[in-house]
């Protein structure tokens, strides 16, 4: 298993919680708590609407979007998050234009969909990581302008 990289976890996690709350806004739901309110291995925000309708949110930020979009046949979820509390499971890309949704009928669906991954393949740094594996056809995909 890898080590937590907290200087790359930083550097993403903000903006991909900015960004979820701006589409989280133009969708009637305002945030609960503050933007760095921590529900540690829970979900990473949480919203309400003018119904009281509660939705949590899990995010994270991955570079190569576009493949995951347009190359692979699934979407890996760490492992780590197999217990989330999350509603919807965003993932960001592309300058957080780009963003994939998996709904929590299908992460619970698949949650036990595990594959091990080496990761890094051939570089001195190279590591197993296990997964949670969603097909590519349970996720749905958001450009915005």
């Known amino acids: 298993m890898r080590k937590f990289n907290k200087k790359v976890y930083d550097l993403f996690d903000k903006p991909c919680k900015i960004a979820t709350v701006k589409i989280m806004n133009k969708k009637g739901y305002y ?18 609407n003018d119904y009281n309708k509660i939705l949590k ?7 190569p979007f576009n493949k995951i979009k347009y190359i692979y046949n699934s979407v890996h979820i760490p492992v780590r998050k197999k217990n989330t509390e999350c509603d919807f499971y965003f993932i960001w ?3 957080y234009k780009d963003l994939a949704i998996i709904d929590r009928k299908t992460f619970i669906e698949f949650r036990d969909n595990i594959v091990t991954v080496t990761c890094a393949k051939g570089k001195p740094y190279e590591f197993n990581e296990d997964f949670i594996d969603i097909p590519i056809n349970k996720v749905k995909f958001f450009t915005f302008l």
């Open 93 to 95: 890309g592309n300058n």
């Open 57 to 63: 949110i899990e995010n994270e930020y991955r570079g």
């Open 31 to 48: 945030l609960i708590d503050d933007i760095d309110t921590e529900h540690f291995k829970k979900f990473d925000l949480q919203f309400i």
